[in-house]
């Protein structure tokens, strides 16, 4: 059976959203690169809600010609949605119906993992019907100050038990908290 890994980036005051925006941590010299590369190439799927979707479509839909590009454009891409129009990313799929049911099928399905970025409400809805089966966070060393509730990862929500399995400390200060949830 399949794994899905989220990956999701986090400031120490619960900040989830807009990474982009967020100042810049310094050079880890590489290392951090590694490790989204690597979860990227162990995978064979990513796994969005729309907000996300969009936000990537926009960017990696417009460039190719590196591995890391060409490797998320040329993936398969679920997307949970029931509002979002025609999907125009290569290798999409939009889920619209039962999202539980359909994100179960995928899982039981052979191929590698399936990764999904930053957590919304299809994250906490795999948590709660026990189909998310690793959770890495990437605290970033400083507090945004900034962020309503739809901003946070700390919401209401299912509650979890979770297993630490991995440390990782980068040289900016970055440390990946890799949990494997316990079901």
């Known amino acids: ?61 417009s460039r190719s010609g590196d591995p890391l590009t060409d490797r998320m454009n040329a993936m398969s891409k679920y997307v949970v949605s029931s509002t979002l129009g ?45 189909l998310l089966d690793e959770l890495r966070l990437w605290f970033h060393p400083f507090m945004l100050g900034r962020g309503g509730v739809q901003d946070l990862l700390f919401k209401e929500g299912v509650a979890a038990r979770l297993e630490l399995a991995d440390t990782t400390t980068l040289k900016n200060g970055i440390v990946i908290l890799n949990y494997r949830i316990l079901q």
């Open 1 to 61: 059976m399949r794994r899905i890994i989220n990956s999701t980036y986090i400031t120490v005051d619960g900040v989830i959203q807009n990474p982009q925006d967020w100042p810049s941590s310094g050079d880890d010299g590489g290392e951090g690169q590694k490790i989204q590369n690597d979860l990227l190439f162990s995978c064979d799927a990513v796994l969005m809600g729309k907000h996300t979707y969009e936000s990537f479509a926009s960017v990696w839909q």
């Open 86 to 130: 025609t999907a125009t990313w290569n290798n999409t799929t939009v889920i619209r119906g039962d999202p539980v049911a359909e994100i179960r099928r995928l899982k039981e399905q052979p191929g590698g993992d399936i990764v999904v970025y930053g957590v919304g409400r299809m994250t906490h809805a795999l948590i709660a019907n026990g």
